[in-house]
């Protein structure tokens, strides 16, 4: 697990950033090089983030906290395949743009793969800022989440789809 500290514009210090890969086990099934890709997205979770069925109708997989989580914990970096190209950024639902100060369009993160990206591809939108408990945050040229309340054990975490782009 890596944890590090970085100022933003709000004065506030980035509380932990957490990264954490889990060895995996051999599978009768599966060879372990097979499970390490199909289920690597999945397997990087913290040990107290689970995945499960979306409390959201019409969403399938989610992410929850089995432990009380504080404002200002955040999470990443998003992974994914990086894209110069919007194409394939645009037919995908786990792409994030990342902009240069400008505005100007940097590249793409679609973790729409799971044999190449991480947990966080599996945060979900929600339409109502009432149940927001994350924001997406770029910093450089990553996309990471910051929870901006206190988590619940076993709550959903979301973020609220008007802060996307």
């Keep these: 697990m890596s944890t590090f500290t970085m100022p933003f514009d709000d004065s506030k210090s980035v509380r932990r950033v957490w990264i954490r890969i889990q060895k995996e ?18 397997r990087t979770c913290p040990r107290w983030i689970y995945c499960a069925k979306s409390r959201i109708p019409g969403a399938s997989i989610a992410v929850f906290t089995s432990k009380l989580l504080k404002p200002n914990t955040f999470f990443g970096p998003y992974i994914g395949i990086r894209h110069q190209s919007s194409r394939k950024a645009d037919n995908s639902t786990y792409a994030w743009t990342i902009e240069y100060s400008n505005g100007k369009i940097h590249s793409y993160i679609d973790a729409i793969d799971q044999t190449k990206s991480n947990w966080l591809r599996y945060v979900n939108c929600t339409c109502t800022v009432n149940q927001e408990n994350l924001i997406p945050i770029q910093y450089n040229s990553n996309i990471f989440y910051k929870t901006i309340r206190i988590i619940q054990p076993n709550e959903e975490l979301l973020v609220y789809s008007k802060n996307l782009k």
Excluded: M, P
């Design 25 to 42: 086990e051999d599978n009768d099934d599966l060879s372990s090089t097979q499970l390490l890709s199909s289920q690597r997205a999945k």
